[in-house]
């Protein structure tokens, strides 16, 4: 390709100016070749000068035609020509070759032949060997040549011109450096659901450029999923720009995560909340250290829900939580688990009985991680757990009269202890006096104590070391969830399968179950008074069935605790219709005699029954009291966003 130019021209003479080789920049610049020159992978930076660096190595005349001649010979220097040349004929011409060099790694681009400073229309050139906007890369040696010529269809002077000049070529630095794009430091990259709406997405990154400068609002955004800050989730958010010159910055991704909470446990007089991110949170009763603040300060001095710190659960997120009287117990993403607060009979299950402020390590099996974890609400001033293994088995620790744990003894374990083989369960709930299991066929284990029926063996035969093992229930099928209840020496299960329907058995002298009747029941027995359940949950004498968004209640509620906004016994299934209740249940957990639910989009927590001024159950900032016809809105306060 070949750029021409019209010469300007003084009078009969014709000065140009040049000067080979200024660059654009006229100070001093620095580099980075690392940069600038990837295939050289020097590490640092180098100064250069701007017009000593590419410069003119030779100039010499090549012909001319039609009586065109060099007028007196050129000279030459690094940075200039100089010369003079007689055109006496329309078609005469004079060309000339001039090779440069680039000294350093670092592309240049012939921008322009610079503008000549005065006017000629008769006089033009042509430019060839190279064209404006190539670029001169690395160590090399660039030739191109220079022709001067009559323009004869612009002839407006005599024959016979002479032309002295000097000329200047620009190069300048070839834009190929993309532009970087850096994270805004100390962003909130872990957003409550509640502030979503808060977040700008434009304030996490930023982009400059070596040429074009600050690109910031240049960057294009886009996420995956798609972007929606009144929904939880974790989202990636890509942030990309370009310059000017079509060079592509490296793409940032960052991680959002819009949170809520996804599950609530609760002690006897102490809940614990989850969120989606991975965080405990924790209010109520604090006398033994549940609440995992590293002290046994008094609930009144600490009524919202506090935050445990996650550097005490190995600095990762936490992925599972459970209540037991007054101990708490949770487990990280890497399968291990931590338990604090009541250590008597071994609860925390780090092979003492000593009492833990903070999350204390459990004693893991061998091999084995955690995948789910849970515990008993008895009130017998005793705690037990349950772990579930990632081989298919469940581990128990903790209290252990009554067989309760399934290991076929009455000693506490102060380390968990397996206590299945089969390596197919896939849901356990340990209760107050045993517990139960669902396997990955939906049949269903059950261990520990029968004095009201738990075993499901159509009898209340005293267990004892070889029936208190995990069995499986006959005519049992396809259950989904179980979960067991009770307190003191009483217990009871409630299960749900795959289609809704609600099997219970067990202590029933108050309704607990919900089959209508007051008596004991031995073997499953369907609740017909609700179906397509979701969800469910026992607290010490009464339960909770969740259907859709709607919670049903059944059992002792002399506090209230079945959200009925009654204090009165109920034999069956009843639809709670109190206000934050109604349409809003995500999941609900009960307790000695007090119960919470968490709102289906995990952002409150409500509770009722039993409270006293000194242990603060519902975590609200507001003194509380004993609540059965209202519920009591937790004061849960998010982060601040950053």
Known sequence: MTKQKNIPKKNKFLSVWISVVTLVFVTISTIAYSVLNADLSIVGNANFRTQADIR??????????????????????????????????????????????????????????????????DIEYVLTGMDIDDVVNGLTTEGFQITFMYNSSLLTVPNDDKLDFRIEFIFEMADITPPVITAVPNKSLEVFL??????????????????????????????????NPNQAGTYDITYNVQDAAGNQATPLTITI??????????????????????????????????????????????????????????????????????????INSAGNAYCWGLGTQGAIGNGATTNQTRPTAVTM??????????GSHASDSAACFGGLGDD???????????????????????????????????????????????????????????????????????????????TIVSNLSDIKEINYGGYAGNGFITSFDIHGDVYAWGWNAYGSIGDGTSTNKTTPTKINGVSNVRGLSTGSDYSHYVVG??????????????????????????????????????????????????????????????????????????????????????????????
């Open 56 to 121: 003119i190595v030779d100039f010499k005349l090549i012909n001319g035609t039609n009586g065109g001649i060099e007028e007196y010979n050129s000279n030459y220097s690094k940075d200039t020509i100089i010369s003079g040349i007689s055109l006496p004929n329309l078609d005469s011409t004079v060309t000339y070759e001039i090779t440069v060099t680039n000294f350093v790694n670092i592309p240049m681009v012939l921008s322009m032949i610079n503008d000549m400073i005065y006017s000629n229309p």
């Open 194 to 227: 509640t502030q979503g709406n808060n977040i700008d997405l434009t304030t996490y990154a930023t982009a400059m450029d070596d040429v074009d400068g600050d690109v910031t609002n240049n960057i294009v955004i886009s996420s995956s999923p798609t972007f």
């Open 257 to 330: 995560v819009i949170w809520n909470f996804v599950k609530i446990a609760n002690g006897q007089y102490h809940g614990i909340a989850l969120g989606s991110n991975g965080s405990v949170w924790t209010w109520g009763y604090n006398v033994n250290g549940q609440r995992g603040q590293g002290n046994t300060n008094s609930a009144s001095t600490m009524r919202a829900p506090t935050i445990i710190d996650k550097s005490y659960f190995g600095d990762l997120p936490v992925i599972d939580i459970a209540g037991g009287y007054y101990t708490s117990c949770a």
């Open 365 to 374: 099996p061998s091999g084995i991680s955690f995948t789910e974890i849970s």
């Open 392 to 470: 298919g088995n469940v581990y128990t620790w903790g209290y252990g009269a009554g067989y309760r744990l399934g290991t076929g003894a009455t000693a506490n374990r102060t380390t968990p202890t397996q206590i299945t083989t089969s390596g197919d369960i896939v849901q356990a709930s340990q209760g107050n006096m045993g517990g139960a299991a669902v396997t990955s066929s939906g049949q269903v284990y059950v261990w520990g104590a029968n004095g009201q029926g738990q075993l499901a063996r159509g009898n209340t035969t005293a267990a004892n070391a070889t029936t208190s093992l995990p």
């Open 549 to 642: 968004d709607n919670l049903y209640s059944t059992g002792y509620m002399n506090y209230g605790e079945g959200f009925l906004g009654t204090t009165t016994t109920r034999t069956s299934p009843i639809l709670s219709t109190m206000n934050n209740v109604a349409g809003n249940v995500g999941m609900a957990i009960g307790s000695y005699d007090n119960a919470w639910i968490l709102s289906k989009d995990g952002t409150m927590v409500y509770g009722i029954g039993y409270c006293d001024t000194a242990g603060q159950e519902f975590g609200s900032t507001v003194t509380q009291t004993t609540s059965n016809a209202a519920v009591v809105g937790w004061s849960f306060t998010p982060p601040p966003i950053t």
